[in-house]
C-alpha cells in the first residue's frame, strides 16, 4: 500500500508554500499519495489571479480579497522580503541553481495527482468563492481534514 | 482504541491559536483523544486575565508579563495585524461567517475534555506561574510530550 | 526497536530553534533515534562562523550570507526580537532560569549523536557550501527526507 502524506498548509508565504510544494512533489514521484489541506492563509496559494471576483462579497471580503496575495506569484517572503526585493533576490538565485519557479511546482504538483483541499470555515470567513480557486481543488472541513491525517503515515503544519 | 491527536502550540497569534483549537474541538467531536502541549509563545493562550500576577517574579519576567498578550481575547494576527485593525476585521468577519470568537473555542474545548499542558521549562524561563493560567492546565516536562507525542496517530507543531 | 523523531527545522529563529534542540535532545535522553532536517532559513543554525567563506559564491550569494544570521548565536528572535534587546532580555531570563543557552544545546545535539542533514536544494539556492556547516552536517534531498519522515513514530515541521 502506498505510504500517506497529509500537508496542512496554514501560511500564506512563498518559502513556506514552496517547501510544501517541493515535499508534494517529490512524495509523489516516490509513488506516495499526497494531500495538501489549505487554511486561512494557505488559501492564497490556490487563488486563480485570472478568475477573482467581488460578487456577492461584503465589504471587509472585498478589502480582504484586494489587500492579500492573488495566487502564488504574489506571495512574499516569510522574512526578508524587503518590499519583494528579498523575493526577487531568491527567485533569481533559484534559477541560478536551475530550481523551477513557485508556479510550476504548483502546476507540476496538480498534474501529479496531489490533491488539493480548501478549509470550509476559512473560504466562508475569507469570503473567498470555490470559482475563485485554480481548478481542482476540493472544499472540505477540518472533520474531512482529520480522518484524512489520522491515516496517514506523516502530517506536517506548514 | 480511540485516535490520539498531538498539538505542540508555540506560536502566540491569534489565527495560529483558532487552528489548533478548531482542530481540537472537531478531533473531540470525532471522539478522539486530544491533547494541546502550549509552549514558549503558546503560554500565552493559556493565561488567564482574572488571575495575572507580580508576585516573585524578578523585573524581566514582569517587564515580559507586562509585554505580552493577556489571554485567548489578546493576541494578535500573525499577519495583517495593522495595530489590531486587522484582527478587529477578521472577528467580524468570522461573525459574519457565524463563526464563534476564539474564546468559546478555547471554553468548548476545556469543557469537551481537551487536555491542555504547559511546558515547564517555558513556565520557568517566562516566570509564569501555575496559578495565572485558566483552570486544568497541567504542567508537565518536554519528556511527557514526547512520551504522548510518539504514541499518537498524528502530530503538529503549531 | 528505538522510537523514531523527525524534524524539519525550517525557521532560521533563536526561539524556534530552541524548540527543535531541546525536543532532540530530550528524545535523544529517551533513547529515540532523532534526526533535524534543516532546510531554507534552517540552514542558518547549522553554519559555523568560524567557517564561513565567499569563495566561489555569486553577488547574490555573498549579499545573502552576509545578510543572515552566522551560526546559532546570531539567530533573531521570531517576536519581539526588537533589534536584538528582546533576544538579550530572554537569554537572561534563561540564565536566571539555570536553562543552558542554545549553543550549548546545538552541541548537546550533535555529542548525543542527533543526525544533521541538510537539504541539498537549499543550499545550492543559498549558495552555501558544505565546508561552511558545523561537522558533522549531511547534505541529503527532499526525497531521503520524506524517505526518514515517513518511517518515524512522529514528525514535526518548525
Given at each position: 500500500?502506498?505510504?500517506?502524506?497529509?500537508?496542512?498548509?496554514?501560511?500564506?508565504?512563498?518559502?513556506?508554500?514552496?517547501?510544501?510544494?517541493?515535499l508534494a512533489n517529490e512524495?509523489?514521484?516516490?509513488?506516495?499519495?499526497?494531500?495538501?489541506?489549505?487554511?486561512?492563509?494557505?488559501?492564497?496559494?490556490?487563488?486563480?489571479?485570472?478568475?477573482?471576483?467581488?460578487?456577492?462579497?461584503?465589504?471587509?471580503?472585498?478589502?480582504?480579497?484586494?489587500?492579500?496575495?492573488?495566487?502564488?506569484?504574489?506571495?512574499?517572503?516569510?522574512?526578508?522580503?524587503?518590499?519583494?526585493?528579498?523575493?526577487?533576490?531568491?527567485?533569481?538565485?533559484?534559477?541560478d541553481a536551475d530550481a523551477?519557479?513557485?508556479?510550476?511546482?504548483?502546476?507540476?504538483?496538480?498534474?501529479?495527482?496531489?490533491?488539493?483541499?480548501?478549509?470550509?470555515?476559512?473560504?466562508?470567513?475569507?469570503?473567498?468563492?470555490?470559482?475563485?480557486?485554480?481548478?481542482?481543488?476540493?472544499?472540505?472541513?477540518?472533520?474531512?481534514?482529520?480522518?484524512?491525517?489520522?491515516?496517514?503515515?506523516?502530517?506536517?503544519?506548514?
Amino acid at each position: 500500500m502506498n505510504k500517506k502524506v497529509s500537508l496542512l498548509l496554514f501560511s500564506g508565504e512563498f518559502d513556506k508554500a514552496l517547501a510544501a510544494l517541493i515535499l508534494a512533489n517529490e512524495a509523489k514521484a516516490m509513488d506516495m499519495d499526497v494531500s495538501i489541506f489549505c487554511a486561512f492563509w494557505g488559501l492564497l496559494l490556490v487563488r486563480d489571479p485570472e478568475k477573482l471576483t467581488d460578487r456577492d462579497k461584503t465589504i471587509y471580503e472585498k478589502m480582504f480579497g484586494a489587500m492579500t496575495a492573488k495566487g502564488a506569484d504574489d506571495l512574499p517572503l516569510s522574512k526578508m522580503n524587503f518590499a519583494g526585493i528579498g523575493k526577487m533576490m531568491l527567485t533569481e538565485m533559484m534559477e541560478d541553481a536551475d530550481a523551477p519557479p513557485l508556479d510550476a511546482f504548483l502546476k507540476g504538483a496538480v498534474n501529479k495527482g496531489v490533491t488539493f483541499y480548501a478549509c470550509k470555515l476559512s473560504t466562508e470567513v475569507m469570503g473567498f468563492g470555490t470559482e475563485e480557486f485554480i481548478d481542482g481543488v476540493k472544499i472540505v472541513t477540518a472533520k474531512d481534514y482529520l480522518q484524512i491525517a489520522t491515516e496517514s503515515d506523516m502530517q506536517l503544519f506548514i
